[in-house]
């Protein structure tokens, strides 16, 4: 019996994933019935940091793939230093939390208000867009592209990976990888021994 990621629901990894947006090498390793668990762990193992990164933001559940985004977020050394960073982050692990419709309305606030560009940023807007749709005043909403979700997940876990610079990517990934694992098996994403 193979070894399964119990948050991850989809079986196989083509439904979650268009073969179009991986590079070559990952769609070779790309088949009809492997797993997306199966498939992000041959990706790691090939080196294909990015490729995996894209497959585990389509594969957690929306409020674990959020939680994953801020668990790398956090990651960031320069982020205690932009308190909108903060503040929006915040409000996106709030929404993890407690996925209110009160507070993915906050999410989307605190990242309309943030003077920064950056992962705590698109954390919030992750949050706030985690159902496919983006809360505008007085009860409305407005339909979010399907591909907008997992893309704002993708360069939250991006950004925050070369946050040190890109001689240290690969093994910040692969850390990054080692949390949205923990995550997707239930943990917290904390995972020991790693660093900073």
Do not use: H
């Amino acid at each position: 019996m193979e070894d399964r990621w119990k948050k991850i629901i989809a079986e196989r990894a083509c439904d979650i994933i268009d073969a179009d947006d991986l590079d070559a090498a990952s769609k070779d390793l790309l088949n009809p019935e492997i797993r997306p668990e199966t498939y992000i762990r041959e990706l790691c193992s090939a080196g294909m940091w990015s490729d995996a990164v894209k497959v585990m933001a389509r594969a957690l559940p929306p409020r674990e793939a959020v939680w994953w985004a801020c668990v790398c977020a956090r990651r960031i050394e320069s982020l205690g230093d932009d308190g909108d960073e903060i503040a929006a982050l915040k409000a996106a692990e709030q929404w993890v939390y407690k996925p209110t419709p009160q507070n993915q309305a906050d999410a989307f606030r605190l990242a309309q208000e943030s003077t920064s560009r950056a992962a705590g940023m698109l954390a919030a807007l992750a949050a706030a867009g985690s159902e496919g749709k983006l809360p505008l005043a007085d009860g409305q909403y407005a339909d979010l592209e399907s591909s907008a979700f997992p893309q704002l997940l993708f360069a939250v876990v991006m950004i925050s990976a070369a946050a040190k610079g890109s001689e240290q990517i690969n093994g910040r990934l692969r850390q990054m990888l080692s949390s949205g694992e923990d995550i997707a098996c239930g943990g917290n994403g904390l995972v020991k021994g790693q660093q900073a």
